[in-house]
């Protein structure tokens, strides 16, 4: 099918809250993982596998969705996984053991993964890579929205209806987005790549992997998603065990995370001009200034949440500056494989967040500094592999 020459702002709206159904659906239990953890009598570790083991279906998600959708279409991929989303948060309501909770939510993240790839290739498809860097940028701006609600949204539901309610939540937004998106998604892949089996795949993945620049973007992208998500998996405990707070109260700081990435994305828009690898370098910058600043607050005796999220909102808001533009750049080294390369650039960003979330359940020590100082090497690693690769290339 032809592309047409942009998308109109309902689509990239649609596209938004489909990439934002797979985190909306991971986030907004967060505030619950406590009390599943008394729920079930298990311990932090294993409350925490029902985060970890979703990232880590979504990081086998992307690496999936990809390589499918650049064979048999972006729409149809797109309608399969929101239909299994569906699916597996209905399992996930009617779970009765830890053991079902935790394969419910590794399958609904599976499912979720879908949106993450396929509205960056999608945007690919349609739009050149200068172009595609400034709608990639306002599409996660948009798609932070619920995200950034959710957990404040998960908070409440636990409080009035029980943790279990927020799996009917899930599907009732994956029902409704396969239906809207069945009726107004058109096709933009314009020709088919063979698909000739998973050990083809493969190769593809390591021919990608091969091209230093692929590699530092996909490694900077992976890095900088590993501080958000390192955050967002200790945070509700330590609000409860460090800084005494309620657990439904995590949700209303939390919104000062997004906050800061959505600012971030308005500068990367509105400052496109720079270039992509500038604003990388100084998104990736800003990054780990507010790493700094947040270990310094709590050494000087500040410990206050604002002094913890303020200053990881100042982090994610060059998280925020970095991600598109480093995204975009990644998925146009490989135009021809727009669709392998997001879902490997996924692949990366979600395998090792989802190791950040598991190791900073093991390496909680009753303080804030196993996390910070997790997610400064993380910020410092981001920033180290592009460089790097950047001068490789020079």
Known sequence: MKNDNSLSKRVIVLLAATSALGPTAMQILLPAIPVIKETFEVSTETAQLTLSLSMLAIAIGTLTYGPLSDRYGRKPIMLIGLGITLIA????????????????RFVQAFGGAVGLVLARAIVRDVYGPEQAARVIATLVMVMVVMPMLSPALGG????????????????ALSFFMFLILQGSLKE?????????????????????????????????????????????????????TVLQRPATEYGYYFILVP??????????????????????????????????????LQL?????????????????????????????????????????????TGFLQMFFSAIAAQLVAVIFNGTVYP?????????LASLGFFLSSMRIRA
């Open 89 to 104: 948060s209905l399992f996930c309501f009617f779970a009765t053991s830890i053991e079902m909770l935790i394969v419910g």
């Open 188 to 240: 933009t892949l314009a020709e088919p790549a063979p698909f000739d089996g998973v050990r083809a795949m493969l190769g593809n993945f390591a021919y990608l992997f091969r091209s230093s620049a692929f590699r530092g973007y996909a490694l900077c992208v992976a890095f900088v998603s590993v501080v958000f998500f390192a955050f967002i998996s200790a945070a509700p405990e330590i609000m409860i």
């Open 156 to 171: 409440e539901l636990m409080h009035r209806f029980g943790w279990e309610s927020v799996f009917l939540v899930v599907a």
């Open 371 to 379: 996390l910070l100082l997790l997610m400064l090497g993380a910020s």
């Open 300 to 344: 000087f005796g500040v410990h206050h949440p604002l002094a913890l999220f303020i200053p990881i909102a100042i982090a994610v808001l060059g998280n925020g500056i970095t991600l598109p533009n480093a995204q975009a750049a990644a998925i146009n080294e490989f135009p021809q494989f727009a669709g392998t390369a997001s879902g490997l």
């Open 259 to 296: 906050l800061g990435f959505m600012v971030g994305n308005s500068i990367a828009r509105h400052f496109s001009r720079l270039g992509i690898n500038r604003l990388i370098t100084i998104g990736a910058s800003v990054g780990v200034a507010g790493i700094i600043l947040a270990i310094a």
